[in-house]
């Protein structure tokens, strides 16, 4: 998954100088209200904080037309997703020692949307697709005593996730206005099989087409 990520990254990078007349290339920037959610099976009890907690996204977008009517929007974002373990979560490490126990975890992906355009309007479109997510700095804790030789330092969170983006967007001349909320449908515990975790993101954010500058004007 991560060499495809680097090859969608390098996508982007040589389209930024396309002159196709349907595609536009610009930069996002936004906020996140995000969380993980993950109830102890069997209780009522959660691993997690059920508030949201204040993140940021940023990245590159593509936009590609087919027609008036429909068209496609692939981007790579470095994505911020905050979350807090509560007090409850050290049963997670069994007989040993969870360092993240009620700590806030920053969790820094690259993420990949690839979100399909519906155009209601010149103006107004709403979007589907799959989202695709890497932890670039995966947060470990302790299977056994770290205090002793043979402690094993394991991940939280698996590498890997992906799920599904629904969106609205108003596309402003030059600049676009979106809202979105992000599900992730693969579980991202881990630590244990006695719970799944996903996450959960609503993002609200601007761009900007930086494709414009680039566009060859036709002589008269």
Request: a positive charge; one cysteine or more; aromatic letters at 14%.
């Amino acid at each position: 998954m991560k060499r495809l990520l680097i090859a969608v990254a390098t996508l982007f990078v040589f389209t930024a100088t396309a002159q196709a007349q349907n595609l536009k290339w610009g930069l996002e920037v936004g906020g996140n209200l995000g969380r993980v959610t993950g109830n102890v099976n069997g209780s009522n009890g959660s691993y997690f904080q059920t508030s949201h907690t204040l993140g940021f996204q940023v990245g590159p977008y593509l936009e590609y037309q087919f027609s008036d009517l429909i068209g496609i929007q692939p981007e790579l974002l470095f994505n911020e997703l905050n979350t807090k373990f509560n007090s409850n979560s050290s049963s997670l490490a069994g007989n040993g020692t969870f360092e993240l126990n009620g700590r806030t975890v920053y969790l820094n992906l690259l993420s990949l949307p690839i979100l399909v355009r519906f155009n209601l309007t010149k103006s107004f479109s709403l979007q589907i697709g799959p989202q695709f997510d890497v932890i670039l700095n995966n947060t470990t804790f302790y299977q056994d005593n770290p205090t002793t030789s043979g402690s094993t330092a394991i991940n939280a969170f698996k590498t890997f996730n992906a799920g599904g983006t629904v969106a609205a967007q108003f596309d402003l001349g030059n600049w676009l206005v979106y809202g979105r909320f992000n599900l992730g449908l693969t579980n991202m515990n881990n630590c244990t099989q006695d719970s799944k975790w996903h996450k959960e993101e609503f993002q609200l954010g601007i761009g900007y087409n930086f494709s414009r500058f680039f566009k060859k004007k036709s002589n008269t």
